[in-house]
């Protein structure tokens, strides 16, 4: 395939190899399965039923599982599958055909100033990291970046993000850990305003996701920015660990139930064997997935590619050489 590369898409091609290299755990993932199982084998029923089995385990759950192996058994019965290799490519084409509709990158459009991104998620699951990978990717771009230190609960939390604004030249906006995450927020908000600033990222607290607490906290952060700015926020983007397994599943909807998400950031792809609950999220939620990370420094990031990704899922390490 000739292409042009640009700077750009220079970048896009070292974070690619990077993600295939990070995502398969040697022999863990499908590719390195399936070209074992079954090299030399007829494609048959009993063998999509293996494969049914390894789609289970790698996460990738029961529906996208479903839709995936019925499109490979109509190739099989039009006898378009006669090796391994060419299964593994339908496979690849399936998982595609489900990620793509998810692959929608934000557009940080300039005529909201600010931009207002609310980033919520579980503890843990990587929300200040995020925050602080874009930060850096806005800051390359030139984009002025405020960062609002929503997550009170903790002082840790709020030292951990003034950390990524020093990395990044980002300003923040804190108060001390207990105050009113709102009226910190508020607060960067009108500071964000003021100052002409293009982009405001507010981080906020997780704990539990079924603390009806957090879900009332997140939901009074909207109201204060909407009375400010109607149109804001311009976009709720949920932090999932993808580790979670089908757990992620239950948070995004809670999330999205109580203060309703518009874009997802998946992390700890670097962490997990799992790779898999990506196309289960896709499936399920059907909700733009924006970013990746694949790891914790700020180059571990990046705008989510289904192509890209399925490639890196499907052909894993070993097929590389
Ligand atoms: N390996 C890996 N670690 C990550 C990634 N994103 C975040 N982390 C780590 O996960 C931990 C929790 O992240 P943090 O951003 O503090 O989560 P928060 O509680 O949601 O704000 C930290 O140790 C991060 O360095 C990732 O993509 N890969
Ligand atoms: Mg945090």
Redesign the pocket.
């Known amino acids: 395939m000739a292409t042009t590369i640009s700077d750009n898409g220079e970048a896009r091609e070292g974070f690619f190899k990077r993600l295939r290299a990070k995502l398969n755990k040697p022999d863990t993932w499908l590719s390195y399965d399936l070209a074992n199982l079954f090299r030399g084998r007829a494609i048959d029923a009993a063998a999509l039923e293996e494969l049914e089995t390894r789609l289970l385990s790698a996460d990738v759950g029961v529906e996208a599982t479903g839709q995936i192996l019925e499109a490979l058994a109509q190739r099989v019965a039009r006898k378009e599958l006669d090796d391994v290799e060419a299964l593994i490519d339908a496979l690849q084409n399936a998982i595609l055909e489900i990620l793509d509709p998810c692959a929608k990158p934000l557009d940080i459009s300039a005529s909201r100033k600010p931009f207002v991104v609310l980033v919520v998620?579980v503890?843990?699951?990587?929300?200040?990291?995020?925050i602080g990978k874009l930060a850096q990717r806005l800051h390359a771009e030139g984009k002025s970046v405020v960062l609002a230190a929503g997550?009170t609960f903790r002082a840790a939390?709020i030292e951990?993000l003034g950390v990524w604004a020093d990395r990044t030249g980002a300003a923040m906006v804190a108060q001390q850990a207990g105050a009113d995450p709102a009226a910190v927020v508020f607060d960067a908000l009108q500071s964000a305003k003021a100052r002409g600033t293009q982009v405001l990222i507010c981080d906020t607290a997780?704990r539990l996701q079924n603390q009806s607490h957090l879900m009332d906290e997140l939901k009074k952060v909207k109201r204060v920015i909407q009375r400010v700015d109607p149109s804001a926020p311009h976009e709720v983007l949920l932090?999932i660990d993808a580790n979670q397994g089908q757990n992620a599943l239950t948070q995004a909807r809670e999330f999205n139930e109580a203060i309703g998400v518009t874009g997802l950031a998946l992390?700890?792809?670097?962490?997990t064997a799992k790779g898999g609950i990506v196309v289960a999220i896709a499936r399920q939620l059907r909700l733009p997935i924006r970013y990746i990370?694949?790891?914790?420094s700020a180059e571990?990031f990046g705008v989510f590619d289904a192509r890209a990704f399925a490639t890196a899922l499907v052909e894993g390490k070993e097929a590389q050489g």
């Open positions: 998620g503890n843990g699951s990587g929300k200040t990291t995020t997550d939390a951990q997780g932090v992390t700890k792809l670097d962490g990370g694949i790891g914790e571990d």
